[in-house]
């Protein structure tokens, strides 16, 4: 999230409000350098659409679980992993699990339903939990309207079309 004064003779209208000639120190998601006039005065505070991230690494068999600190906020939930697993939903006993494919890249939309993942593993190996989502519920509009893929874009690896 960008911070710009406005050095011109114009007003703009961006979702963060009316940004008004001679305006300083205006912060808002929106890169707005292409604007006549505008000026960017820092890159700060940043924005991430990136909450967290879990590397968990793994030997022999068992489970490793993921919670996620506040889920609410969770839009997106991206998981990899270098071998295959089962994945259950919020507690290890949510049967029948989905299983995940070793290389392949996985979303899940949680809607407010998902407060963690279990994984089981039969071998050594990581799985790569990103969570994606504003990093605080203040922040809950900024970048609402970011969305990742679309019709024509694949994001991850074969057959993953979102």
């Known amino acids: 999230m960008p911070t710009y004064n406005n050095i011109g003779a114009n007003n703009y209208k961006t979702p963060s409000g009316i940004l008004a000639a001679g305006a300083v120190g205006f912060e808002t998601?929106?890169?707005?350098?292409?604007?006549?006039?505008?000026?960017?005065?820092?890159?700060?505070?940043?924005?991430?659409?990136?909450?967290?991230?879990?590397?968990?690494?793994?030997?022999?068999a068992g489970s490793v679980a993921v919670q996620f600190a506040q889920p609410q906020l969770l839009r997106t939930i991206l998981i990899t992993s270098t071998v295959y697993l089962d994945?259950?939903?919020?507690?290890?006993?949510?049967d029948p699990p989905k299983r995940l494919l070793a290389g392949k890249e996985y979303f899940l939309v949680p809607n407010g339903k998902i407060d963690g993942?279990?994984?089981?593993?039969?071998?050594?190996?990581?799985?790569?939990?990103?969570?994606i989502g504003p990093p605080t519920a203040e922040a809950s509009g900024a970048g609402g309207d970011v969305t990742f893929g679309g019709e024509s874009v694949t994001f991850g690896g074969e057959g993953v079309t979102w």
Request: charged residues 25%; proline residues 2%; negative net charge.
């Open 117 to 131: 993942l279990v994984f089981d593993h039969q071998t050594d190996g990581t799985v790569i939990v990103e969570q």
């Open 87 to 94: 994945m259950h939903i919020n507690v290890a006993g949510n």
């Open 29 to 60: 998601t929106d890169i707005l350098d292409y604007l006549d006039g505008i000026v960017r005065t820092s890159d700060l505070p940043a924005f991430n659409l990136l909450r967290d991230r879990h590397d968990e690494t793994f030997t022999g």
